[in-house]
């Protein structure tokens, strides 16, 4: 797995553009409205997340972004009075976070296209960096986390959303509920219809082998930003630790109760089961 695919998945596919009809479809570049449906969307199936901002103070402090999707948070943490700069590794999230900025009047340091790999600033440039549901679609993590610590400042703090392996949705849901069902409908695939993204799944399958395929690492791949995102990781707090050795890892926190097909979503135990695993992290000296 190398970066180039990791760009060329997520520029052809936004963060979230599918879920509410997408900018050039359903809205036909009319940033604005696209903009307020995609954040209604957003906040009201991760509602959390305004909250655990929260739990930082983001005032006057120097924020590097890193993954931007669709500006969501972007515009979250510099309203809440961050120094902000971003960084995404598409043309089209830098395209449609820019448009954001400039339609809402969002004031902020820079806006860049660039690899976390070789984060395009000097050494001791920030206070925090922030990312949201980026980091673990890198496969050079080591590479990525060593460039983090470098742009932070002496002291400064990497606060991120990893996907979370001590979660209903992993272990449950993709290690069992999924790979159960593909099992089931591989044998089918040339009498049934199916549709969507079992269709999707078991055309993938076809081309590997269905036991490679439900391999659990290749299928975390496939099954967390839908069968064609070319690579994931999933993380448990030790497992943070010992691919962000630069960094000492201060807290960490679970929310998001979200593991379809299961019918478990928004339920309690989000700080037990959650999908999302917030973790911060400060830079060593």
Aim: hydrophobic letters at 40%.
């Amino acid at each position: 797995m190398n970066e180039t695919e990791v760009q060329t998945f997520w520029n052809a596919h936004p963060c979230g553009d599918h879920i509410v009809g997408g900018l050039r479809q359903e809205f036909a570049d009319d940033y604005e409205r696209f903009f307020t449906a995609y954040d209604k969307w957003r906040y009201q199936q991760e509602g959390h997340i305004p909250a655990c901002l929260d739990r930082f103070d983001w005032r006057h402090k120097k924020v590097l972004e890193i993954g931007l999707g669709q500006g969501a948070e972007s515009e979250q943490l510099i309203r809440r009075g961050a120094h902000w700069s971003g960084l995404d590794l598409t043309a089209e999230s830098v395209a449609r976070v820019g448009a954001r900025l400039s339609l809402r009047d969002l004031p902020h340091d820079d806006l860049k296209q660039g690899s976390a790999l070789e984060i395009p600033y000097p050494t001791g440039s920030f206070d925090h960096v922030f990312s949201h549901g980026v980091l673990h679609h890198i496969p050079d993590i080591l590479t990525a986390q060593k460039e983090i610590r470098r742009v932070l400042k002496p002291g400064g703090t990497l606060v991120a959303m990893l996907y979370a392996r001590n979660s209903l949705n992993f272990q449950l849901s993709i290690r069992v509920v999924r790979r159960a069902v593909l099992a089931g409908a591989y044998p089918l695939r040339n009498v049934v219809p199916f549709k969507g993204m079992l269709r999707q799944h078991l055309d993938n399958a076809e081309v590997v082998g269905l036991r490679s395929y439900l391999d659990i690492d290749t299928f975390t791949h496939r099954n967390t930003d839908g069968p064609l995102n070319p690579f994931a990781r999933v993380y448990s707090p030790q497992e943070v630790a010992r691919d962000f050795p630069d960094f000492e890892l201060v807290d960490t926190f679970q929310r998001y109760m979200h593991a379809p097909p299961l019918p478990v979503h928004g339920m309690p135990g989000g700080d037990r089961l959650g999908w999302h695993l917030w973790v911060t992290l400060r830079a060593r000296a």
